[in-house]
C-alpha cells in the first residue's frame, strides 16, 4: 500500500503540490504507523483511514506559513476579489524579518503613476481607493504592465487623490539596480515620480519593551500636570471635539483611559483590525486620555482622536512605518479634516510624504512631529518647513538641549515633557516612556486646547502662541501662559498677569 493508495484515485491525477513532497522522516513515520495498526488486525480500512490522518496532520504542521497568510478583506487598487496580497507590512517577508520590514533592502520601490482627471474627487468622505470607480481594473493593468516592462511585480497599490496619482508598490529581484530601476521608470511619461521604500522609527529613546514589564506603574504626578497644570487649564478648554490624527502604531481603544477617544481606528498597514500596540497606546494617552479613570489625564481629554496605524510593533517592542504605510494614513487624515496630525516618528526625507504634508499644511492642518536626537541632518517630518518640530526637554539638572534650527526648516524646534512620563499601555495598563515621540504628543494636545479657543488661526499662528517671539530662545513651552493669552486672564499659577501681555493676534 502506497502513497497513491492512501489519498485515492483522485489525488493521483493531481500534480504533487509543494505540500505533498514532505519529508522522508514523515513518509517512514507514516509508514510505521500503518503497519502497526495493520499488526493489531485493525480493518484495512481503519488502518488507511489512520495513516492518512496522520500524514495529513503532519503535512498541515509542516507547511509554509506563507501558505496560511489571511486573505486581505479591502483589497487593493485593482486587485481581483480574493487574492491573497498579505498582511505583512510593504517590504517585509516574514514575520521573523519583522524588525527590517520596511527597510529599502527588502527590494522594494514606490512607482506614482499619473492619475486621470476624470478620477478625481476631492470631496471629505472620500478615502482615496476607488473601490466603486470603473476604472480601476483598467489603472491596475496598466500598472502591471509598466512592471512587466521593467521587470517588476506589482505588490500593492493605493489611490492618492490629494496629489493626482495612483502609488504603487513594487517589487525588484534579487540582482537588480534599484537606481537604474528609479532612472528608467522616472523617464516613462505614465511615471510621476519613483523612489525607494524609506523607513521610519518611532522616536522612545528606551525601548518599549522595559515600559510594557512596568505593569501599572505610574507616579502621582505626572509632568504635564507639574509643569504645564493641565488640571487648571482644563477650566478654559479640554480640546473639545478637536480632531487628531495620531499616524502610529495600532492604539488599545479598550483602554479603559481611552475607551470612547477613537472616533477612527483603522489599519493601513495590513488587512486585520488595528491590534493594540505599546507606541501607539501610549502617544494616545498623553494626548488625550479621559480623567476620572484611575489612570493619567491627559492635556486635551475631549479631543477626538483618529487612530490610523501606519507603523506596526516589531519583535524587538521597537515601532517602524514606511513610506507607504505613512502615505495611506496621510492622504486619509487629510481627506477627513483631522485638524492636527501628530507624527512621533523620524527618518530621511521623503517625497512622497513631504508631498502630502504640503497638501496638509496648506489646508490649515498643524503637523507636529518628533526630532531624532541622533540626527543633525535633514529628516523626515521634523525638517519640513511647517511641521512644529519637538524634541524632549532635558532632565533637571542636565546640560540645556540645543535644537538646530535646520531641523524644522528656518524655524527652530520645541522642547516638551518627554522624560518618564506615565502613560497608558496595551491591556489596561500605565507605563513610563522616554523620548521625543512623547513630547510631541503633549504639542499636539497642546495645539487642540488652542484650536477650540482659536478655531480659525492658522497652523502659523499656533506655533507663535506656543512659543512667542521673546521666548524663541529658550524653546520651552509655557501652557499657562499661552492659554492666559488668549483668555486674557491668569489661568493658573502666572508669575506674570497675562493681562498684561499684548494678547496674540
Known sequence: MNARWLFGPAA??????????????????????????????????????????????????????????????????????????????AGSTDQTESDSAGDPNQRQLLVML?????????????????????????????????????GLTVVEGWAMSLLGIDCYVMQYGDHADPHLLI??????????????????????????????????????????????HVADLHRHATGREVRVAVVDSGIDGEHPDLAGQLTVNTNFVDAGPPPPELHGTAVAGIIAARSGNGGIVGVA??????????????????????????????NYAILNNAKIINLSLSGPPDKLLDRLLDVALERGISVVGAIDPQNSGPAFPASHRGVMAVAAQPRPGAAPTVIAATRSGTESGLLAPGNDIPTTSPGARWSFVNGSSYAAAHVSGMLALLEELRPDASPTQLRTMLQPADMVKTANIDACATISRLIRQCSCTCPVPAIQRAPVP
Open 12 to 89: 493521483v491525477s493531481r500534480p504533487p503540490s509543494a505540500n505533498a513532497r514532505r519529508p522522508r522522516l514523515l513518509a517512514a513515520l507514516a509508514l510505521a504507523v500503518r503497519r502497526a495498526t495493520i499488526s493489531a488486525l485493525w480493518p484495512r480500512s481503519f488502518a488507511a483511514l489512520a495513516a492518512a490522518t496522520l500524514l495529513l496532520t503532519a503535512t498541515v504542521v509542516t507547511a509554509p506559513a506563507h501558505a496560511w497568510r489571511s486573505v486581505a478583506q479591502d483589497s487593493a487598487i485593482g486587485a481581483p476579489g480574493g487574492d491573497d496580497v498579505g498582511v505583512m507590512p
Open 183 to 228: 532612472e528608467q521608470l522616472s523617464r516613462d511619461p505614465q511615471v510621476e515620480w519613483a523612489q525607494s521604500v524609506a523607513r521610519f522609527d518611532g522616536m522612545a529613546l528606551v525601548p518599549d519593551s522595559a515600559a510594557a514589564n512596568a505593569a501599572d506603574a505610574l507616579y502621582q504626578v505626572q509632568p504635564a500636570a507639574r509643569y504645564w
Open 114 to 150: 499619473r492619475l486621470p482627471a476624470t478620477h478625481y474627487r476631492p470631496d471629505a468622505t472620500y478615502g482615496g481607493r476607488y473601490m466603486d470607480d470603473n476604472g480601476n481594473g483598467a489603472r491596475r493593468r496598466r500598472a502591471e504592465a509598466l512592471a512587466r516592462q521593467h
Open 301 to 330: 481629554p475631549r479631543a477626538k482622536l483618529m487612530g490610523l496605524r501606519a507603523c506596526w510593533q516589531t519583535n524587538l517592542q521597537r515601532t517602524r512605518c514606511n513610506s507607504f504605510t505613512l502615505s495611506k494614513a496621510l
